[in-house]
């Protein structure tokens, strides 16, 4: 453990102390280290047995989901994206190997959607990125971070009509090194709208054995970017 890490553990400790940890859900006590109550955890990983998984659109094989962006695992996801609570990100995509192990299994490396860099300072960490780090390490998979880059900032997605969407999105991303052919490639997002930009990320990557990994699928219209 170097000085920082032991200063960030025990600041994190003080804290603890200071303030009791809470469940980023719905407040209940819990161990800091769980970052959500059990409660709150058993019905993020409920839909296990039944994933959101179907036929891909035309870029994916396959679009696979943790569950319906709803109840505690929306919450968490704004939580991620709109509290800061970046640990929650990579716990998540723990969770999310834990529950889909096998389902997941066909993928040899995990693509987080890439931010713009200008976008990836101004909130400090890409959510996608902390997703497949959790999901990588849990599935044994490894995260190919520089294979795509964000070449433009596109605006807010979910305030344009949808040919204004796809005209934001087009040349958004570029592929920075060809993948082997017959790589499987999970490109890892939060949450599946209408899928338009992990669609444009696909386009960039090529090939047809790209698959869509996302905590949460929403019906089309739920305004989330
Ligand atoms: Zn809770």
């Known amino acids: 453990m ?5 200063l960030q553990t025990w600041g994190r400790a003080l804290l603890d102390f200071v303030y009791p940890p809470h469940c ?17 955890w058993a019905e993020i990983g409920s839909h296990r ?26 919450q968490a996801i704004y939580a ?36 713009h860099p200008a976008r990836l300072r101004e909130r400090g960490f890409n959510q996608s ?19 795509v880059r964000r070449r433009r900032n596109t605006r807010q ?3 344009l009509s949808a040919a204004e969407r796809r005209a934001n999105l087009r040349g958004a991303f570029a592929l920075m090194a060809a993948p082997p052919a017959s790589t499987r490639i999970g490109i890892v997002d939060d949450v599946w709208t209408t899928g338009e930009t992990m669609t444009a990320c696909a386009q960039a990557v090529g090939g047809d054995r790209l698959w869509a990994v996302v905590l949460a699928r929403s019906g089309a219209g739920d305004l989330l970017t």
């Open 2 to 6: 170097d000085k920082m890490e032991t």
């Open 24 to 40: 980023a859900i719905c407040e209940a006590d819990i161990e800091a280290a769980e970052l959500l109550c059990k409660s709150c």
């Open 49 to 74: 047995s039944h994933p959101q998984t179907e036929g891909g659109s035309h870029a994916f094989e396959k679009v696979v989901a943790l569950g319906p962006f709803t109840g505690a695992l929306q």
């Open 80 to 115: 991620l994206k709109f509290r800061n609570q970046v640990r929650l990100g990579r716990a998540l995509g723990e969770r999310m190997g834990q529950c889909l192990a096998e389902q997941l299994a066909p993928l040899d490396c995990l693509l987080p959607v890439p931010l």
């Open 129 to 147: 990125a902390e997703i497949a780090a959790g999901l990588g390490a849990v599935l044994g998979v490894p995260v190919c971070h520089r294979l």
């Open 157 to 159: 997605q979910a305030l």
